[in-house]
């Protein structure tokens, strides 16, 4: 089995070597930004290269061969491993805790978007992640409740570094026959929550269109300007 198996991967390995050289050899190099993606390309062909000259000296201990071409699979595979690790931790149910019901108050006359970006925190402590948004659509004036699922209400109450709401206008057009929704880029606004916030029975989102800001008004005078905010409210 595991003479198979090194032979296998020694074997794919290889044809992947000779596709990507010719590859290479073929085609000329980009230049700009795509550069960057051609220059690291032929860096992980070198890495490759080596681990496959690296395992075929020890075509007489194969196990220890079978360990080095496993290198590159680890490699490739750690951002699945790593996806994978951060759903359990999302899934992982912790302390019991009461359900929740968003309260959305629109007090303008546009169809909204409201989005809660659940952001997670990373191996760096400057950064984090985005995992999971939750969406809702408010009708202009309306107000709505949703309760929440509990792993939904975890996510909001535990697991995430912080919660940003954001509000999007939406402009219902057509065309060609087709009638969609569109968000106007960039966001009405935006605020970013502490998770303790929503360690509640209740969490209230209120709409107000006053407190807009500066891009998005921009956005809006350019719109109107090019004659493409014909559905629009503010």
């Known amino acids: 089995m595991i003479k198979f198996t090194y032979l296998a991967l020694l074997g794919i390995f290889c044809i992947i070597l000779l596709i990507t050289v010719v590859y290479y050899l073929l085609k000329p190099a980009p230049a700009g930004d795509s550069s960057v993606g051609w220059a690291l390309g032929i860096l992980y062909l070198a890495g490759l290269l080596g681990v496959v000259l690296l395992a075929a000296l020890f075509w007489k201990n194969r196990t220890i061969g079978l360990v080095i071409l496993c290198i590159p699979m680890l490699f490739f595979l750690w951002p699945a491993i790593q996806r994978g690790a951060t759903d359990v931790y999302a899934w992982f149910p912790t302390q019991k805790r009461s359900p929740l019901t968003l309260h959305i108050v629109n007090n303008t006359p546009a169809l909204v978007n409201v989005k809660l970006e659940c952001w997670f925190d990373t191996q760096s402590e400057v950064q984090q992640t ?40 939406c402009l219902q057009q057509s065309g060609n026959g087709y009638s969609y929704v569109r968000e106007v880029q960039p966001c009405m606004q935006y605020h970013d929550v502490p998770v303790e916030d929503f360690r509640v029975k209740d969490y209230l989102i209120a709409i107000d269109g006053e407190k807009n800001s500066e891009a998005f008004q921009d956005e809006i005078k350019r719109l109107k300007a090019d004659s493409l905010y014909t559905n629009g409210v503010f």
């Open 130 to 169: 985005l995992y999971k948004t939750l969406e809702f659509t408010s009708k202009p004036f309306a107000v709505d409740q949703h309760v929440l699922a509990d792993y939904d209400v975890q996510l909001l109450s535990s697991k995430s570094a912080f919660v940003r709401l954001v509000f999007f206008e």
